[in-house]
C-alpha cells in the first residue's frame, strides 16, 4: 500500500467515525417521522 492510499484511508476512516453518530441519529428517527402523513409533516415544517 502506497504512502497516497495510507493517508486517504485514514483520513476517510476518520470522516466516517466523524459522521456516524450523525447517521444514527438521523436512522433513529426514521420510524418517528414514518408514521405521519405527508401533510402532517408539510405543517411540522417551515
Known amino acids: 500500500m502506497s504512502i ?4 486517504f484511508k485514514s483520513y476517510s476512516e476518520k470522516e ?8 444514527e441519529k438521523i ?4 420510524a418517528e417521522i414514518s408514521k405521519i402523513s405527508d401533510h402532517e409533516l408539510r ?3 417551515n
Open 4 to 7: 497516497f492510499n495510507k493517508i
Open 16 to 23: 466516517v467515525k466523524r459522521v456516524m453518530p450523525l447517521v
Open 27 to 30: 436512522n433513529g428517527l426514521e
Open 43 to 45: 405543517d411540522n415544517t
